[in-house]
């Protein structure tokens, strides 16, 4: 049996590459929707479309269980997928509760998409969590195109984000949450630019370690070998040129893995 694994494009690559770390012991279903990428300038209503789309390509191919790899997507279509599919389906949240868990009397500063910023998902996050209002969010939509461009530490990319930073003293900050599964590729230029005492958080692991609670919870866990078949808006990627490049990325993560 099988997970299918979805995303705007490459940034669900980030869980992928830790659920076959954390369970290697099932196989993959891995869908990019480049022929729509970025979500996140799209409405909702074009986002839960494709994002429903793709969920009824991996029905179709058989899967156990969705996970939706991507923060803009749950923003705006997890309620609705959950309501039509029968089968387990997991979203992303941005890791605000862990970050204000550990503020220590300072400020947490989350980066996502515009459509994850001002949807209601994040909002009621913050209502229930961040009581001492220590959270500062900051959309940095620009990311997601240079990532799918294969552009991660380039002069452009760490003016763009020294440019976006500019109006915050970066010093008042005890951690950056990644709230968009493309900004884990870019987890050394910010290292770079944040004090090194600021912890940087994203929610790959919580995902996974859900996701493997549910296929034990539903009797869906193992039985499979860490195979991974990779589609781009439902087109199989199978030639030569296509999977070096997401073996590079998937190097690109292990090496993110330091920081």
Do not use: W
């Not at 949450?177 to 290292?191: A, I, M, P, Q, S």
Request: glycine share 8%.
């Amino acid at each position: 049996m099988k997970t299918g694994i979805l995303d705007s494009g490459i940034g669900g690559l980030t869980v992928l590459h830790q659920a076959l770390r954390t369970l290697p012991n099932e196989d993959y279903l891995y869908y990019a929707d480049t022929d729509h990428v970025p979500y996140g300038t799209k409405t909702k209503e074009e986002i839960t479309g494709y994002a429903d789309e793709a969920v009824l390509f991996l029905a179709q191919k058989g899967v156990q269980a969705v996970v939706v790899a991507c923060n803009t997507a749950t923003s705006a279509a997890i309620g609705f997928l959950r309501s039509k599919y029968a089968f387990p389906i997991l979203g992303m949240e941005p890791a605000v509760k862990p970050a204000v868990r550990r503020n220590a009397g300072k400020r947490v500063m989350v980066v996502a998409t515009p459509v994850t910023i001002r949807e209601d998902r994040l909002q009621n996050l913050l209502r229930r969590v961040d009581g001492e209002h220590s959270v500062d969010l900051l959309a940095l939509p620009r990311l997601v195109t240079l990532a799918e461009s294969g552009e991660f530490n380039s002069d452009r990319v760490r003016r763009y984000l020294e440019d976006e930073f500019s109006r915050y003293d970066l010093t008042r900050y005890s951690a950056l949450v990644l709230g968009c599964t493309h900004f884990n590729f870019f987890k050394d230029t910010f290292r770079r630019i944040f004090p090194p005492d600021v912890a940087l958080i994203d929610g790959s692991a919580g995902t996974v370690n859900h996701l493997r609670d549910v296929l034990r919870e539903n009797g869906l866990a193992g039985g499979g070998s860490g195979r991974v078949e990779y589609y781009q808006s439902g087109r199989r990627l199978e030639d030569r040129a296509s999977l070096e490049r997401i073996r590079a990325l998937h190097r690109r993560l292990d090496a993110m893995l330091r920081y």
